[in-house]
């Protein structure tokens, strides 16, 4: 039943596979594979099936830490909707009154989900196999790598799917999928690059250990997601989840928002008791008093514990102990806002169009840019005093001698993650005014993001990592303009103990920082200005002209 004449599964399948946006992802997915095939096959290497070469080794590393981080990327946007979806759609209450067991229903939305993003991975294995002639990379190896992708992508899934049975909102299951996975998804990368002398050790870990653990944790995770299906919770008219607030906040484990304290009441403030000012906004106070928590502040606790747990060790090690590294602390920064961002912002207007109350929203007596500007700062309100959570150990790690002198460093390093969330925001509120559901919203803020924020890096690393020369590719870094990674990266540090530039200083370019913010600025307000034409054409807005 949980394979054969499973009605979940073979529903899922024949929505999924069938789709026009399945046949797209494999031909954008290969292409882009045998591209980084085609700039980074050697030039100058002789076939020589008896000598090992440096180069193919690279070359495989680098295609299998790139496909495992679009793994993990990918998999939580196919399963983090599978549950929640059904509760958007108002047949969660219809599918746990349904003869199906939990586990066929689990097991059937998990394989269907997944199904297609293994299918894209195994596609890929008559690319990689090209590089075997080079020498120095076995068929063991690529299977082995190949094996231990497909049960990383089985875990990725099951936290995904457990995640998406704890929430309303396929926003809040995503983003929460996405702080659980990024860990392992640092730790993978770590492990798979440090271990690339002793093949030997890798090849045994990946075909013992990884699947094991793998399975382990996963199968624990499917049982609680199938308990939970069995034993739901209480659930109201059309399928929505009872929420007590109160009752939330009794139960609450670890961290416990007190709403009407500071600084709680900077991100999640208390349910207003009292009437509103003449001149308070009242889109804006509907969304930060009812509208942003009004299914529970699971999704907020659980973000900042796991994103502090991560930052506590990253602070010590970056800016403590080797502090011209800050700029990969603020990368952390940087992915967590992009992480954030979209979630509170990109469902401001879709959330509307999806309960139909945007026609009606748009004939009250409240103006446009009331709308707009309440809709906006209620979502970076929370994102960015999120993120400062995170920006407040930059802070501590001046008192050291080596941040305290690069003071100018440090505030670019301030500027960055500011006007970062910001774009990151208006981005959002803009992508929510032209697409009709939030999940569409979502995604396409996070595809957004990542071609400017990550793409300009990969491409760069791939040049860079097969290049002759640096000098080849030193004015390649312009190319990641749009990046506030790379403009993190690019910030110029000196050196306490010598005195003198170090080598990160050598590559650092104070033109480059400037040049993101000045095209990140120029961008913010462009989108700022179209969203609010949009706004002021009504008909435009709902989809009517």
């Known amino acids: 039943m949980l394979l054969v004449d499973n009605p979940v599964l073979q529903r899922e399948l024949l929505t999924n596979l069938r789709a026009s946006r399945a046949f797209v992802l494999m031909l954008v997915y290969q292409i882009a594979l045998a591209a980084v095939i085609l700039i980074a096959y050697p030039r100058d290497v002789r076939i020589d099936l008896s000598r090992e070469s440096a180069s193919a080794q690279r070359l495989v590393d680098f295609f299998f830490v790139g496909q495992f981080a679009i793994a993990s990327l990918m998999a939580p946007s196919f399963t983090a909707g599978s549950i929640t979806g059904e509760k958007e759609r108002k047949t969660y209450e219809m599918l746990l009154a349904s003869p199906l067991r939990p586990w066929v229903i689990v097991s059937g939305k998990l394989i269907a989900a997944l199904t297609h993003l293994v299918v894209l991975i195994i596609g890929s294995l008559p690319i990689i196999m090209l590089c075997l002639p080079l020498g120095g990379v076995s068929i063991y190896e690529l299977l082995a790598a190949y094996m231990g992708l497909v049960f990383a992508i089985f875990l990725f899934g ?44 890798r090849l045994i870990l990946t075909t013992t250990a990884v699947p094991l653990l793998c399975c382990l944790f996963g199968a624990v995770l499917l049982s609680v997601t199938a308990r939970r299906l069995l034993y739901p919770p209480d659930v109201g008219s059309q399928g929505n989840e009872v929420v007590d607030l109160e009752k939330e906040q009794r139960e609450a484990v670890g961290l416990v928002i007190q709403r009407d304290q500071f600084p709680d009441n900077l991100f999640a403030p208390p349910r207003r008791k009292t009437l509103m000012d003449d001149a308070a906004n009242p889109i804006y106070d509907k969304e930060m008093h009812a509208e942003l928590f009004s299914q529970g502040t699971l999704m907020l606790r659980l973000v900042i514990q796991l994103s502090m747990v991560l930052a506590i060790p990253l602070m010590a090690i970056l800016l403590f102990w080797f502090p011209n590294l800050a700029s990969y602390y603020v990368g952390y920064v940087l992915v967590f806002n992009l992480l954030t961002a979209p979630v509170f912002t990109a469902g401001s207007i879709t959330g509307e169009r999806e309960r139909q109350t945007l026609d009606l929203l748009l004939t009250t007596t409240i103006s446009t840019w009331q709308i707009m500007w309440g809709k906006f700062l209620s979502g970076f309100r929370v994102s960015f005093v999120l993120t400062a959570f995170l920006m407040f150990p930059m802070v501590l790690g001046c008192i050291s001698p080596e941040l305290s002198r690069n003071w100018k460093a440090m505030l670019a390093f301030f500027a960055i993650c500011i006007v970062a969330s910001l774009f990151n925001s208006v981005l959002s509120l803009f992508i929510s005014t032209l697409v009709r559901r939030t999940s569409t919203s979502l995604m396409a803020c996070y595809i957004t993001l990542l071609v400017l924020y990550c793409l300009p890096l990969a491409i760069y690393f791939l040049v860079w990592n097969f290049a002759p020369s640096d000098s080849d590719v030193e004015h390649l870094r312009y190319f990641g303009i749009t990046s506030p990674l790379m403009a993190s990266d690019s910030v110029p540090m000196t050196s306490v103990q010598s005195g003198v530039s170090t080598a990160r200083a050598k590559i650092g370019s104070w033109p480059l920082v400037f040049s993101y913010f000045g095209i990140t600025l120029v961008a913010t307000g462009v989108l700022l200005a179209v969203t609010s034409w949009l706004f002021r054409s009504r008909w435009r807005l709902t989809g009517r002209g």
Not at 165 to 174: C, V
Request: one cysteine or more; proline letters at 2%; hydrophobic letters at 50%.
């Open 158 to 201: 099951s936290i995904s799917i457990f995640c998406s049975s704890y929430f309303k909102r396929t926003s809040s299951s995503l983003v929460v999928s996405y702080v659980f996975i990024l860990p392992i998804l640092l730790m993978g990368v770590f492990a798979w690059l440090g271990l690339a002398s002793r093949g030997d050790l």
